[in-house]
């Protein structure tokens, strides 16, 4: 729910991939990916990388959506980060 520019996640490796909060078929898989890959890492190297999920649905995707995705899939905030873009002004 909080605003930061993309420029904030400087400093750390990120994980980066696309997603909506609506999708029931694939984006669970990209969010169990995700999740795959921290698996396979040490404690330290999970330490050193993040995961960035973005939103390609900022009218749906609000920061409520995206937190009920975040809290419904137990995701780590010390790595995990779910974002949205403005939605675009008509």
């Known amino acids: 729910g909080k605003r930061q520019p993309w420029s904030a996640q400087r400093g750390k490796p990120r994980l980066v991939a696309m997603f ?18 921290e698996h396979q890492l040490s404690a330290a190297e999970r330490g050193r990388i993040g995961i960035v999920l973005i939103s390609m649905d900022p009218a749906r995707d609000t920061p409520t959506a995206l937190r009920n995705v975040f809290d419904k899939r137990a ?10 873009p403005p939605a675009l002004q008509d």
């Open 75 to 84: 995701l780590d905030a010390s790595r995990w980060m779910l974002a949205s």
């Open 20 to 37: 909506y909060t609506s999708c029931q078929y694939i984006c669970p898989l990209i969010v169990d990916s995700g999740k795959a890959i």
